[in-house]
């Protein structure tokens, strides 16, 4: 019994520190992405056109076939 609380133990907390990790790097992934985007918007692209337009342009492929 011991040895399998000792188990779970080590298990939560490697899996902790692992979520702590990916937090980290999600954090920082959405900063880039942040960037990009505002980047994108000074050089005048208008997002949200694009993304709509993007999402006509699948609906209709996905309908043509």
């Known amino acids: 019994?011991?040895?399998q609380i000792g188990f779970h133990k080590g298990a939560v907390s490697t899996l902790a520190k692992?979520?702590?990790e990916l937090i980290k790097m999600i954090t920082i992934v959405d900063q880039?992405?942040?960037a990009h985007?505002?980047?994108?918007?000074?050089l005048g692209?208008?997002?949200e056109k694009e993304a709509k337009q993007a999402k006509e342009e699948g609906l209709?492929?996905?309908l043509r076939k």
């Open 18 to 20: 692992e979520r702590q």
């Open 45 to 47: 692209v208008d997002l």
């Open 1 to 3: 019994k011991d040895e």
């Open 37 to 42: 985007l505002n980047a994108l918007k000074e």
């Open 60 to 62: 209709s492929g996905k």
């Open 32 to 34: 880039l992405l942040q």
